[in-house]
């Protein structure tokens, strides 16, 4: 089994119950079973100059372990997007459900479709906060540096505000 870790965020429609339905589906994966899961983290869109505003995020993270290989998880990932609901089409439009791989292991990949450690993830304040809180000492292979060590030093501006508790979603297996 490997570490992974998994950064989920939504800003259509119920943006919770989008987070759970994420969770649920991917606890379904075989030979693959949910770790920690972050609080919920409420944080701006970063959004390019020409684009219309568009709703806040609900960000979270989650560690998993797996038997998948990256590519299989990966293309499980995106079907489960598109079984919620994305449609994919403009960058960085409007998603109901985004799921990202962040780490698998200590692995540095670059096949084609799939880029671990993610190449954003730390310059991202809503990658980084919500795993931060679950595992502040995971070592990023590329920048050898902790996940807690890449927040102090993520770009300043990008709003990030942890939710308050709220009853659970309920879902059904």
């Known amino acids: 089994m490997t570490r992974v870790y998994l950064s989920l965020g939504s800003n259509l429609g119920d943006r919770r119950k989008n987070l759970a339905l994420a969770l649920l589906e991917i606890s379904r994966l075989p030979r693959t079973r949910i ?11 970063i959004l390019p100059r020409g684009l219309s505003p568009q709703p806040d995020y609900f960000n979270q993270a989650a560690g998993i372990e797996t038997e998948l290989t990256p590519l299989v998880l990966l293309d499980r990932l995106l079907e ?19 799921i990202d791989i962040i780490y698998f292991g200590r692995q540095i ?4 479709g799939l880029a671990i450690p993610h190449p954003r993830a730390a310059e991202r304040r809503f990658v980084l906060k919500p795993l931060c809180e679950l595992y502040p000492q995971i070592l990023d292979p590329v920048r050898q540096k902790t996940v807690a060590e890449l927040l102090k030093s993520a770009p ?9 508790k709220h009853r659970n979603v309920q879902i059904k297996k």
């Open 80 to 98: 489960i997007e598109k079984k919620l609901g994305r449609v994919r089409g403009r960058k960085n439009a409007p998603r109901i459900i985004d």
């Open 35 to 45: 770790g920690k899961i972050s609080s919920i983290y409420r944080t701006g869109p």
């Open 109 to 112: 990949l670059a096949p084609k």
């Open 156 to 164: 300043a501006g990008q709003k990030i505000r942890k939710l308050p």
